[in-house]
């Protein structure tokens, strides 16, 4: 079927050196990248951008933790072309901490141990806000549909749903001290 | 590490030029539209397209429209289905299945289209290159032999799509469009006999729609076997679609999927059932009736075994909620 039983031949590689040339919009900035076309958005993020903050995993859509949001969608990244990732806002890890420091995700995430090796957390992180974007105050059975996309085989889950759970919270009490202050 | 293999890509606006373009590139092009299934399965090189014709800019084949009949552009995402909350009520069993893929995260790339026309699937094959090679490859990619049943002569790849039994139950049409001119096809014609041709759709053509009658007072219900909660392709499943005349069955659709190749179509089952009432007994005796057509070897999770005895068990759960 496939031309790929040379004997004792690995699986073709690709054969095209040529690049694509693309403006890539990252974490709210453009950047101009070169990448061979059969690279997925993982691979051009890492290799070519040197954000590696995106973890890669099983290759094969099974585990998450190459998670990206486009256009603040979490999907991922490694069934995604980089060809097809112009024109649509991408954010990575990379992208979460603002002017005044990190995510209130990210502070809750260490302060409660919701890290343990790590690997999967930036694909928790992004999933999480994508999450709290849509719901402000999302009951647990919300969290543990919405994060079945994600695999953690440290934390047993429940430490990442409280924190979620805790950033939830600060963050609908920092909006409304915010909202409180505008009208002072 | 698998990286994918080389390919042309293009990015056609419409339908039409889609199919322009599958006609013009000939056999050696592939459809992608989410790339959840295609993409897995190009770094496993069991399928390598010279040109890929990605459906990405493809609007005209999004969206939902609900008249009496529902239509479904075949390029709409899993998740955008799963969001229609008119949808989840008017066909409950269609949503459940569309909810019950993979994860979301996936749901939100893949499109129902992608699900209609996924690969078949075996632990035989579900594997990259070097594993493949380690067992001389299997007949449905680089192989000859059938390693779940050396003597067969066809291939026993499982048909794993959760959307295609409910839409068969349902009575849906498929609309495929080429250069050649367009055919609407009753579901179940989509799908071909073994695991290697398990789709009668023509490489030139694209699924452009999706038509499901309207359901008049009849409901459905959508069963899937799985071993987690997320992730899993359904090692069972089973759609019923029942109409009911006063206590009597007037009409009834009973398909199964994920337990051979092809959706089965229960007929002996459903021509039991017709005039009955659905009590105890008689559902018992369309369960054993029912898993008589199922039949599962072992070449997805969990035991062939069990699966078989499993189909009953859901074939009296799904009667059962529509009793």
Known sequence: MNPTTEAGGPPPPPT??????????????????AFRPHKTLLEVLREDMDLTGTKH???????????VLMDGEPKLSCLVLGLESDGVDIETVEGMAGPEGGHPLQHTFAELGAAQCGYCTPGFLLTAKAVLEDDK?????????????NLCRCTGYLKIYEAIELAAQRMREKGSSDEGGSHV | MMRLPSFRYLAPKDAAETAKILTGEGPDAMIVAGGTDLYPNMKRRHQMPKTLVSLRNVNDLRGVEMNGA???????TLRGLERNAELKTRLPALWTAVQSISTPILRNMGTIGGNV?????CNYYNQ???????IDFCMKCDGTVCWVAPSSSVCWAVNSSDTVPVLIAMGAKFTLVSTRGERTIEAIEMFGEDGIDYLTKQKDEVLTRIEIPDQGNATSVYRKVRRRGAFDFPVAAVAARVEMDGDEVKDVNLVLNAVGPKPVVCESTQEFLKGKKLTPEVVEEAAKLAARG?????????LSMWR?????VEVKRALGALR
């Open chain 1, 137 to 149: 105050d999302p009951s647990r059975e919300t969290l543990v549909e919405e994060l079945s996309g």
């Open chain 2, 128 to 134: 990259n290159w070097e594993w493949r090679r380690g």
């Open chain 2, 294 to 302: 199922a039949k599962p070897l072992d070449n997805t999770d969990h």
């Open chain 1, 16 to 33: 095209s050196l040529a690049k694509t040339h693309m403006v890539l919009r990252v974490n709210g900035e453009d950047h101009e990248v």
């Open chain 1, 57 to 67: 995993g099983c290759e094969l859509g099974e585990c998450g933790t190459c998670t």
């Open chain 2, 70 to 76: 529902v239509t479904i552009g075949s390029n709409e």
């Open chain 2, 117 to 121: 026309c996924l690969d078949t699937r």
């Open chain 2, 308 to 312: 078989k005895k499993v189909v009953s």
